[in-house]
């Protein structure tokens, strides 16, 4: 909520003034969505809200400056949550009404879909199951998909179009060694033979804003990241609260202070001093851009478009600024002539799009799949395969009864949420790693008890199958038909 509560205060006021002309596009993914809907968080992030607040107000002398401006800022999140009633996702779907933003979905685990690709069904299921959620939650088909990591794959396009989804984003190498090599580069989308188009990243354009050492994020005066309250505490005031020992609170009083010295030395956060900043980073970004674009146009005899995609997170969450720097950009980006867009309107207006066959690529560490593919890791992908294929053959055959298609559904969500990036991602990282490898291990065990229970043909207590689904019951239109060949039906036998 550091994050979404911001953005979206910024959008609608940045729409309802008069010289401004906001325009995003954002990637809504169905977890994402899950949760923002979940109606248990949404009960419990009031309170959670306030509980922060009342810590706020018992801090150091020396903290209280630092710590009535981040309650301020509380406040208004809380005032926005009971505004809306907790419904952001209302919000989000007005924005897309007025024309703000263009809502993209993901995969629908965000599985890294490359590494699922020998069972073609798996990567299907994940975008159908998507297609499916952004539909139940926004009443209209998405057209464009964020996919996991940028990752692409030779053949993915023709999946994408079975769904309904005729664009994406790539890492800008993606685009620049796509066949033919194109002749604007990645300041203009590129379109496969099957119908996606592709656009590159820019990353002259997210350097300044992504890079906490290079970039925005790392300056003196903005809010420290890794310092926090739940770090500060002593343990007897944290369990007063509830909280068992120290842990991050989202609460952070101090600034970054300088790059080199430890989180003990760093001074209190001061909020005019970082809002002024904010305004020069904003004018400094535009500027670097309105170069950028005149020598571009001087290059490619035609406008071009730069694209800077992020981690919805680095605003709000990384980056607390970040928010505010957004507005900035919408504020100032008319006295530079600089024009945002969204990417759905770009193909709007793009009569002709050169045909280029994009480059197996991500947006990962190397530019490829190694952090998803290594010592740490690899052993995930016969995991994966062999269960895939399971559930493919299963679907292939059919079931007998609506109880069966339940069971084989509810193995369908235990195997999309085994295949989450997160879980690779974090064996690499070497962070959580036994929480990855205990999700991992549940959600298969999980799904070879529901299939084993079919193809054993011995019947599954329904007591504990009405278990697994009301604990795992994300995709409640999940269906079994997407692990079959995706021109075919699952038919229930008679």
């Known amino acids: 909520m550091e994050c979404y509560l911001p953005l979206l205060r910024v959008l609608e006021d940045s729409s309802r003034a008069n010289n401004q002309n906001p325009k995003l596009t954002i990637s809504l993914s169905p977890t994402l969505l899950s949760l923002l809907n979940d109606q248990e968080l949404k009960n419990r992030f009031p309170k959670w809200l306030k509980t922060r607040l009342n810590i706020l107000k018992k801090v150091n002398k020396d903290q209280v400056d630092s710590a009535n401006s981040l309650a ?9 949550w009971y505004a809306c009633e907790g419904n952001l996702i209302k919000r989000f779907s007005n924005l897309l009404e007025a024309d703000v933003i263009d809502i993209l979905t993901c995969a629908a685990t965000h599985g890294y879909l490359p590494l699922l690709r020998e ?79 592709f656009f590159g990243r820019d990353s002259d354009s997210t350097l300044p804003v992504w890079s906490s050492k290079q970039g925005y994020p790392g ?53 005019e001093k970082a ?25 490619i005899n035609q406008e071009p478009l730069l694209v800077a995609p992020f981690d919805a ?14 507005s900035e950009l919408f504020k100032q ?16 207006e793009s009569p002709r799009i050169q045909l280029c066959e994009p480059c197996p690529s991500s947006w990962g560490q190397g530019g490829f799949h190694k952090y998803w593919l290594n010592e740490s890791n690899s052993w995930l992908i016969p995991e994966w395969s062999n269960a895939g294929k399971s559930m493919v053959e299963r679907c292939k055959n059919g079931v007998r009864n609506k109880l069966e298609l339940r069971v084989l559904q509810q193995a369908g969500r235990e195997l999309l949420l085994s295949q989450s990036s997160d879980w690779s991602f974090i064996l690499k ?16 065990k999980r799904f070879w008890l529901l299939i084993n229970s079919l193809d054993n043909e011995q019947e599954l207590p329904q007591s504990k199958l009405i278990e697994l689904e009301k604990e795992d019951c994300i995709f409640p239109l999940i269906h079994a038909n997407d692990w079959k060949k995706y021109q075919n039906d699952l038919r229930i036998k008679q």
């Not at 406040?75 to 926005?80: E, P």
């Not at 952004?134 to 990591?149: K, M, T």
């Not at 070497?430 to 959600?443: C, F, M, S, V, Y």
């Open 72 to 80: 301020e800022n509380l406040s208004i999140q809380l005032s926005d």
């Open 119 to 197: 069972n073609t069904e798996c990567v299907f299921a994940q975008l159908s199951t998507a297609v499916k959620e952004h539909i139940r939650f926004f009443g209209v088909n998405p057209q464009g998909i964020w996919l996991p990591e940028c990752a692409y794959f030779e053949g993915l396009d023709k999946l994408m179009v079975a769904n309904g989804l005729r664009y994406s984003i790539l890492d800008g190498h993606g685009v620049l060694h796509a066949k033919p090599r194109p002749k604007y580069g990645i300041y203009a989308p590129i379109c496969t033979k099957n119908g996606v188009a």
């Open 219 to 271: 300056d003196a005066k903005y809010r420290e990241f890794h310092r926090d309250l739940g770090w500060d505490l002593p343990v007897e005031e944290l369990r007063e609260i509830g909280i068992e020992e120290p842990r991050p609170l989202g609460l952070k009083l101090n600034k970054v202070t300088a790059q080199n010295i430890p989180l003990k030395d760093k001074g209190f956060y001061q909020a």
């Open 275 to 299: 809002n002024i900043q904010v305004k020069e980073h904003a004018k400094e970004y535009l500027l670097g851009r309105k170069l950028q674009f005149n020598n571009l146009y001087k290059a």
């Open 313 to 326: 997170e680095l605003f709000g969450h990384w980056w607390f600024e970040g928010p505010k720097f957004l």
């Open 333 to 348: 980006s008319v006295e530079q002539n600089i024009e945002f867009t969204k990417l759905n309107d770009v193909l709007k």
């Open 429 to 444: 990282a070497g962070t959580t790693t036994e929480l990855a490898k205990e999700r991992i291990h549940r959600h298969l």
